[in-house]
């Protein structure tokens, strides 16, 4: 009984610790759900709901920021922290800041594969950052993006520690109006309107475990007219002999597969 007080009062203490290290940068757009943001259990909802797999580790959190000029290499200090995954700008990240087209956002922390994940590859997810992503794993350069609204993926399964911790490192470039994206009401310097830039990360960023061979993309197209539902499942290698096996539920009862 002392043990499991002791590590519970542990949990609170971290929890606490959290919390006291983030607030919101100022009250711009703040909705009734601000005061119930928790930095130690940001959006811990699995994110991708059409495809979710029961074992996975969400990334949100606080992580360390800085704000570097471009081209310039990775810093070897940070400015502080910005909850993720809202954008630098908002009140929400903690920060508040804006930055420019000759400005690049690193982010950086740490973190640890779950020993029930050994022998099976991790991927990593980012559910959108804004606009040119670079990432690195243990100073391995994973994969790049670009693009501000889509999700995208890295294997990170060869740049893992053998034990401990591992390092991420996201780099992100944003010019916003001063670039070729599509960005909407994104101005850097706006006038007539309030509208904020939104820049780096502010989807969820989580990892999860796979099979060698596993499903890679999941879509699904309903015909209502001839009572057909079509599930296409992308492999990340296949080849001809393999097949899906689909069952679908009404409830807890296996009505079709």
């Not at 495809?51 to 290499?73: F, P, Q, T």
Request: some cysteine; charged content about 20%; hydrophobic content about 40%.
């Amino acid at each position: 009984m002392r043990r499991f007080f002791l590590i519970s009062s542990f949990l609170t203490l971290f929890a606490i610790g959290s919390s006291a290290q983030w607030k919101p940068a100022g009250d711009k757009i703040k909705t009734d759900w601000a005061s119930q943001i928790n930095p130690a259990n940001v959006l811990p909802e699995y994110p991708r709901p059409i495809m979710e797999r029961s074992d996975w580790k969400n990334l949100n959190g606080l992580w360390n920021y800085a704000v570097i000029n471009k081209g310039e290499h990775l810093p070897a200090e940070f400015e502080g922290q910005i909850l993720v995954p809202f954008a630098i700008e908002s009140s929400l990240s903690g920060v508040g800041k804006r930055i420019n087209e000759n400005q690049e956002l690193v982010y950086q922390r740490s973190f640890e594969i779950p020993s029930a994940w050994k022998g099976k590859q991790v991927l990593l997810h980012f559910g959108a950052v804004d606009w040119k992503t670079d990432v690195w794993v243990n100073d391995v350069k994973v994969g790049s993006h670009t693009g501000g609204f889509t999700p995208f993926s890295f294997d990170i399964t060869a740049a893992l520690s053998g034990k401990g911790n591992n390092q991420l490192v996201v780099k992100v470039w944003d010019p916003t109006d001063k670039g070729p994206q599509p960005r909407g009401k994104q101005v850097s310097n706006p006038e007539g309107i309030w509208y904020t830039p939104v820049s780096g990360i502010w989807q969820t960023v989580w990892m999860e475990p796979v099979a060698g061979k596993h499903i890679k993309n999941l879509r699904i197209t309903p015909d209502i007219d001839r009572n057909l539902l079509t599930v296409k499942a992308e492999l990340n290698s296949a080849c001809p002999s393999d097949f899906v096996e689909v069952n679908v539920y009404d409830g807890n009862q296996l009505v079709a597969t």
